[in-house]
């Protein structure tokens, strides 16, 4: 068998620019192919993604190089495989189940909807992307973490300089000197609160993990939140706006989603069209073949989940937003191991508390300019902007 | 080849023939069972293939690890003690004729 095809046509700007008619491509062309611009092998089918996920004895997710691990200070779970992962996914995750969000917190995620979408101002254009999206998603998250003493402003800039950081893939100094900053401010405010989040356990993720039996060490129960403020700020929040993005361009839909109450349907299907986590790195710990090509040990393979969620093979249509398919065994939540922790986190506060109540409140709400929006990123992606009117 | 029945909520049963090897979860997902989603697909990180072994398979399909327990704290719908991650039931020739009940939510 040979190599993959070498690409060295692809540039990183036209992925972050708009990816989805290169993964086209690559579907029906090329679904295994080095790209030069991105120093990976990429695998754009759905079946590729899936078994190269579910197989960590042969794809580790460990990368000895990565930038995250100068971003975060810290070699985290996200990058052990194993028991090593296990252990430490297992001493967050206990606060993250849907009971915890159903039964502990339900009642005070409604509450801070409730707030932040009271405050948006009726009849005038409003940036929903940063009025609402961006700072519910912070404030929601630093109560699940045990950490509401930071502000909106801060877990927002904490989770950008630590994607930043992590994404560092030009090692350049300005960005790990940003992500630095970050970490002392992080640590400094995680030491503040260490004895009060002892002494007082109250379910956030800090609590469980400093009062388990037997506690993981205190720099990754660190490593840990970071991960989580990292991971959870930027993806509910992409979430968020590109589903309403696609509701308010279907009006049809909407009105459907409305009749239905099916605004779970309609999370998942936001997050397929476009999945706020498009890509995932794994390394080939064997010589092995993906898609009748050899694949070296020691190389780097790209999951391309945002690809794989409009695979012609699975959906028809894919490429076009449409609640009501009839299967959407998306993978925007990855598969494997390292299955999205957050993900009924996720499904639950933007699925079932914020979008129901966004559009109960303004059930006239409008985008009047939907070229108007600037979709953005190949690693993570979203709108950065969503101008609506609010009625 | 092995047989499963899913019971739904509302009392429909399918029947599915998987190969021995297969998981509970695997035999539903490749047959695109509704109300089984094993998203994680199998890892046990998840907790969206929760389901209830009926009564008169308990015994054949063993205890819970100590892990799949811990997982099953995430499950959506109800836990009972009859709950089990279908992900960590192996098919085998002892369990052909398995009957399982489905929950009301896996998400």
Redesign the interface.
Known sequence: MALAPLDEEITLDQLSADPYPIYRRLRAESPVLRVAATGRTLLTKAALT?AV??N?ELFSSDDPHTPMKPAFRAHTLMRKDGEDH?VE??AI??A????MIKSDWGPLYEQMAEEYVSRLPRGETVDLFSELCGPLAARILAHILGIPEANDEQMQRWSQVLIDGAGNFGWKPELFAASDAANDEMDALFGELEHKRRAEPDGSAYSVMLNADDPIPMSQIYSNIKIAIGGGINEPRDALATIVYGLLTNPDQLAEVRAQEAW?RAFEEGIRWVAPIQVSSRRALEDTELGGYDIRKGDTVMTVQASANRDEEIYEDGENFFVFRD?N?HQA???????C?G??VA?RTVGKIILPMLFDRFPNMSLPDPQAVIWKGFGFRGPINLPVILN | MIKVTYVAQDGSATTIEAEEGTSVMQAAVSNDLDGIVGECGGSMMCATCHCYVDEAWEERTGARSADEEEMLEGAAAEVTGRSRLSCQIRLDPSLDGLVVHLPEEQL
């Open positions: 899936k996920k579910e960590p296990f996914r297992k995750s206990k993250l189940t849907p009971k779970d299967k065994p939540f990855g598969n494997g191991p390292h299955h922790a993900a009924h499904r």
